[in-house]
């Protein structure tokens, strides 16, 4: 599974922007996907996840509520449309494939085999 992140760029602080994540690996439409983000100086940290079927979604607290991640399997792509962005924001946003992953690790980096290259999001104050 290869994955392909995009959509990234710079928006003033409460604005939306929206990252996608594409593949033409077949097996993406059985995978848990997750978007992660890392911002300069910092750890790598979990912003959300779908299950393969689209039915569960699990967010950061920190972008609960701001953040919403869907998929189309027909499509291949996972999208995370991002509104009421704040300058905290900021970083690459990685998006992660994975199977088998269960609900207590699911917020792990570890558990999620495949990675695209990141895409950056800045938010300007």
């Known amino acids: 599974v290869q994955l392909q992140a995009s959509g990234g760029g710079l928006v003033q602080a409460g604005g939306s922007l929206r990252v996608s994540c594409a593949t033409s690996?077949?097996?993406?439409?059985?995978?848990?996907v997750g978007w992660f983000r890392q911002a300069p100086g910092k750890e790598r940290e979990f912003v959300a996840a779908?299950?393969?079927?689209?039915?569960?979604?699990y967010y950061a607290d920190s972008v609960k509520g701001r953040f919403t991640i869907s998929r189309d399997n027909a499509k291949n792509t996972v999208t995370l449309q991002m509104n009421r962005l704040k300058p905290e924001d900021t970083a690459v946003y990685y998006c992660?494939?994975?199977?088998?992953?269960?609900?207590?690790?699911?917020?792990?980096?570890?558990?999620?085999?495949?990675w695209g290259q990141g895409t950056q999001v800045t938010v300007s104050s």
């Open positions: 779908i299950r393969s079927s689209g039915g569960n979604t």
């Open positions: 992660a494939a994975g199977s088998g992953i269960i609900l207590s690790s699911i917020r792990s980096e570890s558990q999620y085999r495949y």
């Open positions: 690996g077949r097996a993406f439409s059985s995978h848990t």
